[in-house]
Nanobody, 127 residues
Framework: VQLQASGGGEAQPGGSLRLSCEDS????????VGWFRQAPGKEREWVSC????????YYADSVRGRFTASRDNDNHVAYLHMNSLTPEDTGVYYC?????????????????????WGQGTLVTVSS
């Protein structure tokens, strides 16, 4: 599994960004995709997960209603659409795969649920 997260950058409060998570090994289709973020000086936290069985999505309370996870299995890409951004959304965003489960209904919320990680992409929200 070779994950690459991209799409980060600068945004103003209230703005939007779309993050992408590509898997060059094309295994993304079979596994849950988790999104995490790490703000400066803080621990990495779970943001969202999209299931591999039916693409059901789950969100942290802090982003629910503003962020939307999706996946395009035909192109082996997962997305995190981020709207109504606030400065508290600033951080490095990571995507990860739960490679221990295939076509599963499980969607993890802990880093230990995911075994393959991308390198992270920086999101900065400021005016």
């Amino acid at each position: 599994v070779q994950l690459q997260a991209s799409g980060g950058g600068e945004a103003q409060p209230g703005g939007s960004l779309r993050l992408s998570c590509e898997d060059s090994s094309k295994n993304l289709d079979y596994h849950a995709v988790g999104w995490f973020r790490q703000a400066p000086g803080k621990e990495r936290e779970w943001v969202s997960c999209i299931r591999s069985s039916d693409s059901s999505t789950y969100y942290a309370d802090s982003v629910r209603g503003r962020f939307t996870a999706s996946r395009d299995n035909d192109n082996h890409v997962a997305y995190l659409h981020m709207n109504s951004l606030t400065p508290e959304d600033t951080g490095v965003y990571y995507c990860a795969l739960d490679t221990s489960r295939w076509y599963s209904d499980f969607c993890g919320t802990s880093q230990r649920d995911f075994s393959a990680w991308g390198q992270g992409t920086l999101v900065t929200v400021s005016s």
